[in-house]
């Protein structure tokens, strides 16, 4: 019994550290896509980033965990090829074009933009999560802590900022309507096989588009621009793609949701620390308010009926 209880605890421990390091991962990387932000043309740099994060998938995810990375393809190749423009292609783009007007803790809070279109989507489209008025009080709670935490006047006067939140929410969306084609498309597919061919069809479509209608943009990168680009892709588009599937299968889809609560909150933490960005009590009530939002929304999702929200909890 003690031997078995030892086992249960490490296990939860490394369960707790992989969660931690993903969220970590995909809150430092606002910061690395601010800074490719400086170098690269949008469509040029998401593309380099998703190219280098498949080169880190596919092999990791056929010689590291060993899954039968041709199963996706041969069962339905046309659900990778849809959700490489609908879980990478587009969301990614729509958070390197925000953050042209946005600063990255803005970014990584508006982030939380996936759980709440999830939940509407799963509860008024396809009745996949139950409703409950709290639940659907914290949509409205968490949505009034990112106003509080841009200000109303900001957000009614800065055109610029109020779009690029609204262009990152619409990846937001994209992203929800993804994870509720794969709780209905991709279920008998190997998921970290799936989740490489994802990234790879993302890097395709966005590298097709960059060639199309920026080409003649591109020039060479300085040598800072180009380390964001390889450290966003390593760490936050490939090893925590990764680290996220190996999670999932461990720990279940309701502890690997708590990366909602953590993203936000480290991301505005990082961008305090290395950006030295001044947080003001308006941010810092801004950003409590979001997460208490958020724990009124997840309030019973670990229940029966969430399957359409658990899948959609991938990525950011």
């Known amino acids: 019994m003690r031997g078995n209880a030892y086992w249960e605890l490490s296990d939860m421990l ?19 896509i601010d800074a490719a932000d400086h170098g690269l ?27 039968p ?7 339905r190749a046309w659900v990778p090829l849809t959700m490489g423009l609908t879980a990478v292609a587009w ?3 729509s958070v390197v074009i925000a953050e042209q007007h946005v600063e990255p803790e803005l970014a990584a809070l508006v982030g939380t933009t996936v759980p709440i279109m999830t939940f ?10 139950a409703y409950s008025h709290l639940r659907l009080l914290g949509v409205v709670v968490a949505l009034s802590g990112m106003v509080i935490f841009v200000g109303w006047e900001d957000l009614v006067n800065d055109s610029s900022k109020s779009h690029a939140i609204l262009m990152m929410m619409s990846g937001g969306l994209v992203f929800a309507l ?45 040598v800072g621009v180009v380390g964001a680009v390889l450290t966003e892709g ?7 793609m990764l680290g996220y599937y190996v999670l999932l299968s461990r720990a279940g889809a309701y502890f690997t949701s708590f990366y909602a609560y953590l993203v936000p909150l480290l991301g505005v933490l990082i961008s305090t620390l290395v950006l030295g960005e001044r947080m003001t009590t308006q941010h810092l009530g801004g950003l409590g308010v979001v997460l208490i939002g958020l724990w009124m929304l997840s309030t019973g999702s670990a229940h029966a009926g969430d399957k359409g929200a658990a899948q959609s909890a991938q990525d950011r």
């Open 234 to 240: 390593v760490l936050g588009m490939g090893l925590a």
């Open 91 to 93: 969301p990614n783009l």
């Open 120 to 129: 509407l989507l799963t509860v008024f489209a396809t009745r996949q999560t």
């Open 69 to 75: 990375l041709l199963q996706p393809l041969q069962k």
């Open 41 to 67: 043309p949008p469509i040029t740099g998401t593309a380099a980033m998703c190219a280098v994060a498949a080169l880190v998938l596919l092999p990791g995810v056929a010689f590291g965990l060993r899954r």
């Open 14 to 32: 490394k369960s707790a550290l992989l969660l931690l390091g993903i969220s970590l991962s995909w809150a430092s990387g606002y910061l690395f």
């Open 178 to 222: 993804n994870g509720i084609l794969a709780s209905y498309c991709a279920r008998d597919l190997d998921e970290c096989a799936l989740a490489a061919w994802v990234v790879v069809f993302g890097a395709v479509i966005l590298g097709l588009t960059a060639f199309a209608f920026e080409r003649h943009q591109v020039s060479v990168p300085p």
